[in-house]
């Protein structure tokens, strides 16, 4: 196969050829009333982050809308709820502070992207208000925004996310168990979907 790989930045921005004036000059470096009303009711942000190293994790967080605390227009407090302590996202902030995010709202096609700098926070003052059920977050990053702006429409058209038509039926795929016996060796199906169901139905928080 003729790769053709592209490998520089020149040489990409020719192939596509220049971005449009408002593609450019939606670009903010602080939120706006539209950026903060967009996480106020977002109930789903992806976290993206590099290790030193540059090996790269991309990480859901998601919870009632409102769960990101805006701060003030240059920062964010992001709580992280219980997990299966891998820390992948937290490991690599600790190595690297730069991070990306995007949200969602169920039923906008618009996404909000930032980029900027976090770093982790333990305080208690700081997490008590993010607590639920009793619960507050172990650590909550701590963004500081560097870049924000409202991506297009088009991805989320494209593949229809929001349309109920889009759902598959959860049957049709293996449970996470099953993926997991066939991966792991030693694993039983249901020990393993046993395990998660109690997890997700009393660790949440």
């Not at 990306?100 to 305080?123: H, I």
């Not at 008590?128 to 409202?150: E, H, S, Y």
């Not at 297009?152 to 293996?174: G, T």
Request: proline share 7%; glycine share 6%; with cysteine.
């Amino acid at each position: 196969m003729d790769q053709q790989i592209i490998d520089s930045v020149a040489e990409l921005q020719a192939h596509y050829g220049p971005p449009g004036d408002l593609a450019v000059n939606k670009e903010l470096t602080a939120l706006d009333q539209h950026c903060r009303r967009f996480i106020e009711l977002s109930p789903f942000v992806v976290i993206a982050t590099a290790a030193a190293s540059g090996a790269a994790d991309a990480s859901p967080r998601g919870d009632a809308p409102g769960f990101v605390q805006i701060v003030d227009d240059k920062h964010l407090l992001i709580p992280d709820r219980a997990g299966n302590n891998r820390l992948d996202s937290l490991k690599n902030l600790v190595e690297n502070p730069n991070i990306g995010l995007l949200f969602f709202v169920p039923g906008m096609n618009e996404t909000l992207r930032l980029a900027g700098t976090a770093v982790l926070t333990r305080d208690p003052d700081v997490l008590a208000p993010m607590a639920v059920n009793g619960k507050p977050p172990r650590t909550a990053l701590l963004v500081t925004i560097d870049q924000a702006f409202l991506q297009c429409a088009k991805a989320l058209m494209r593949s229809k996310l929001w349309a109920p038509q889009s759902q598959i039926e959860r049957k049709s795929f293996p449970s996470l168990g099953k993926i997991l016996s066939d991966q792991i060796d030693g694993v039983n199906q249901g020990d393993a979907d046993e395990v998660i169901e109690e997890s997700q139905r009393i660790r949440m928080y």
